[in-house]
């Protein structure tokens, strides 16, 4: 008769070959891969945001082993007899006890499925640092939901029961994660880190800016994995050493809660200190680099990004017959982002604070964040530094004003400049002139068919508001005239701007001169727009009505100086 | 004919079915009091409560063979579905109604989004039910259901959590890109059908008894 010890070895060889020989798992895993390059569309990818969202890309893995353990758990009921494991001489608990161990397998697959990530990321020339305890939420989320099928099988002993516990999980994670399942705002509170695929922040900020420690999430979900194992090993036998192992892994999991509470409820003292005085002090650990005159500045592990802010900026000032820059390119996380503890340790002399908020004090530079964006149509990252350095080109400085007490904004309806700052922007490299085009036609000058079967007209609307300058309001009919001169030979335009340059820049300048010096084809007023799509007199007059709005609330913002 | 209704009215079935209503109303109730009520939280909220009762259906399907005796597959099937579809149809106008019409008031575009959700419920339903009707029942009894009921969830992973373009949930209808989505929906939706077709086609005549 076989030693007991080496039949169990047996047992969880023979389990652990069946994980490895399912092709099903070779699928998922790929299925991982795709889906760890998928989160991130049109965005250049960091190792940051990849780390922080292993437990997602993981998920195809995770939940092909949840069925498959399910699967082999219950292989009775599928008729399915595998004459080795049968013939075994060996009780249900040490069956269980193998299978669950034989967890490994599909652990290790998954460790294999991090490194090809990593290697197919760094090939796409990803950016940052790595959160090495992070990339292991993904693995340890398989080991959960392994053992929680084996749970459910030795349990419920029912094939049918598989699915309603995954649904179940499904349901209590997205109540943990998001407030009430409502518009997608993650929980601010500690339960949000209860769940099991805690959301990344939309910015990702460098790890010494993150106020997740690292690593308790890992400890959190590989402590549920062991007090789940080990109380259904304590159910099947109730030794002393099974008694003891389940309070260890119990332990674990309880001594793991409040690490993720203690991160979630705000940084201590010293920690938020200490992230301030790196802020503050953060010049010094930048590394920079200066390029035709322009310095630029970058995190430790972003210096790769350097040539792709330098192409927009280099773009600008190569059509503005300046030679002088006069600002950097200085890399800042955005302050909304950051914990308010560590904003709030900030020095005075970095901030603007006002009723509504804090906003970083001006500068002067151009403040590229943690993330780029290269999808053309909306926020791409590419324009939006163009629109930055061309406006700093004609002597914008849209930095933050307190007026009463509040941010005021300021609009530049009526500016020649604006339509300077337009084709600079636009002609700058093609992908920001793609990207022009795509905010043109996405809200074209004209009337348009609206929500609820109306019609509306967009055309007094700012157009480049959500491109990162929050204070300023740029007309849409200044854009369509800077987009109507991207239409003309560069060279053409580029010599009248060189003849015409202070009067082109000059905020007293009238959209009107720009369009006589420029020879551009005047739009139609919203009134002839209106007349022209012939709508029935109701909703011609709505839209006169609500144009008439937001015509007096722009009339009654401050130009811009 | 009384194997086929017998088959179709099966316990196990009807069990799992209670079960996965129960969840779902569960679902609705973990929303928070108080909430103010949009299309976006109802679409979530009805989207998730959807799942735990989307899962069951598959299992409509399990050997139907074996218990219609003598019966084809297909009208052993289709005896089935004619009995699950007519209550799936009441809880979803409840699951729907629960979430779109918060204190009696309907919401804005409420009709636009419940189409939408009831094309997407209709669509994991029937490629629950090709999948399970693909699956051979030699496997195991559950086993059809069970993968029928994988490949449902693994569709709405991928739905809800794919990022835009490719994500199949949309927020509300007032998304630009809500009727090309929901064309894709509808594709899937007669894929699946086609799926269960020809998956519940009978390969063999059965022969009477004289």
């Known amino acids: 008769m076989s030693h007991p010890r080496s039949v169990l070895l047996r047992l969880i060889w023979l389990e652990a070959v069946a994980f490895a020989r399912a092709p099903i798992l070779g699928i998922a895993s790929i299925a991982s891969l795709v889906f760890s390059q998928l989160l991130t569309p049109g965005q250049l990818p960091t190792y940051t945001r990849m780390s922080l969202t292993s437990g997602e890309w993981m998920l195809p893995l995770a939940a092909a082993t949840f069925f498959l353990a399910g699967l082999r758990t219950l292989r009775p009921q599928r008729w399915a007899a595998d004459e080795w494991l049968t013939a075994l001489p060996a009780d249900r608990a040490r069956r269980i006890l193998a299978q669950v161990v034989s967890l490994a397998g599909p652990a290790a697959h998954s460790l294999i499925v991090v490194s090809s990530v990593l290697l197919v990321t760094s090939l796409r020339h990803a950016v940052g640092p790595i959160v090495w305890a992070e990339l292991l939420v993904g693995p340890s989320l398989v080991a959960l939901l392994g053992v929680v099928a084996i749970a459910t099988g030795a349990l419920l002993r029912s094939l049918r029961a598989l699915p309603l516990v995954a649904a179940g999980l499904a349901i209590v994670d997205v109540w943990l994660t998001y407030t009430g399942f409502a518009s997608g705002a993650v929980r601010s509170g500690p339960s949000a880190w209860f769940a099991l695929f805690v959301p990344p922040p939309t910015t990702i900020l460098p790890p010494s800016l993150l106020s997740r420690p690292a690593g308790a999430h890992v400890a959190y979900v590989l402590g549920l994995t062991a007090s789940v194992a080990a109380l259904l090993m304590l159910r099947e036998r109730r030794t002393r050493t099974s008694v003891m192992i389940a309070m260890a892994c119990v332990g674990v999991l309880v001594g793991s809660v409040p690490i993720q509470i203690i991160g979630s409820t705000g940084l201590t003292a010293d920690d938020a200190e200490r992230q301030a005085a790196s802020l503050a002090t953060g010049q010094a650990a930048l590394s920079c680099v200066v390029r035709r005159d322009v310095r630029y500045c970058a995190f430790p592990g972003y210096e790769s990004w350097i040539p792709v802010w330098t192409a927009p900026v280099e773009g600008v000032l190569r059509l503005a017959p300046t030679s002088d820059a006069g600002f950097a390119v200085v890399q800042q996380p955005e302050l909304e982002r950051l914990e308010e503890d560590v904003v709030s340790s900030l020095p005075a002399h970095m901030l603007v604070r006002s009723s509504s908020g804090e906003e970083w004090r001006y500068d002067g530079n151009l403040h590229p964040g943690f993330s780029w964006t290269l999808r053309p149509f909306e926020r791409s990252s590419e324009l939006a530094l163009a629109v930055d350095a061309a406006s700093r080109v004609v002597g914008l400085h849209p930095g933050p004003r307190v007026e009463g007490r509040f941010f005021a904004t300021c609009t530049m309806a009526g500016q020649a400049r604006a339509i300077t700052v337009a084709w600079l922007a636009g002609q700058a490299t093609a992908a920001s002139r793609a990207s022009l085009r795509g905010v043109i036609e996405s809200e074209p000058w004209g009337v348009t068919s609206g929500e609820a079967g109306g019609a509306s007209l967009s055309a007094v609307q700012s157009l480049f508001g959500g491109l990162g300058q929050t204070y300023v309001n740029w007309d849409k009919r200044e854009i369509n005239y800077g987009a109507q001169l991207m239409q003309r030979p560069e060279e053409e335009v580029r010599a009248v701007l060189a003849a015409n340059w202070r009067l082109l820049t000059s905020p007293r300048t009238p959209t009107s001169k720009a369009l006589e010096l420029l020879d551009l084809r005047e739009l139609r007023t919203p009134d002839q727009l209106i007349e022209d799509a012939a709508l029935a007199p109701i909703q011609a007059e709505a839209l006169r009505a609500r144009l008439r709005v937001e015509t007096d609330s722009e009339t009654s913002t401050q130009p811009c100086r | ?210």
Not at chain 2, 16 to 24: C, E, R
Not at chain 2, 78 to 83: C, D, I, N, Q, S
Not at chain 2, 84 to 99: G, H, K
Not at chain 2, 159 to 188: G, K, Q, T
């Open chain 2, 1 to 210: 004919m009384n194997g086929l209704v017998r088959g179709a009215l099966k316990r196990p079935y009807w069990r799992i079915t209670i079960i996965g209503f129960a969840m779902s109303v569960a679902a609705l109730l973990l929303r928070e009091r108080g909430e103010f009520p949009d299309l976006i939280g109802a679409s979530r909220a009805a989207r998730l409560a959807f799942l735990p009762l989307l899962v069951t259906v598959p299992y409509a399907l399990e050997d139907p063979f074996i218990e219609a005796g003598c019966a084809t597959r297909t009208r052993g099937r289709t005896m089935k579905l004619a009995f699950v579809a007519p209550s799936l149809v009441l809880v979803a106008v409840f699951l729907l109604s629960a979430v779109l019409l918060p204190g009696g008031r309907i919401l804005l575009n409420a009709r636009g989004m419940a189409s939408g959700l009831l094309l997407e419920g209709s669509t994991l339903t029937a490629l629950g039910i090709g999948v399970a009707a693909l699956v051979p029942s030699r496997l195991g009894r559950a086993v059809p259901g069970l993968l029928g009921a994988a490949s449902q969830m693994a569709l709405f992973a991928f739905a809800w959590m794919l990022p835009v373009p490719w994500r199949l949930f949309r927020d509300s209808p007032l998304d630009p890109s809500w009727e090309a989505i929901h064309r894709v929906w509808a594709a899937l939706l007669v894929g699946s059908v086609v799926l269960f077709h020809f998956a519940s086609r009978d390969r063999y005549r059965c022969r009477s008894r004289r």
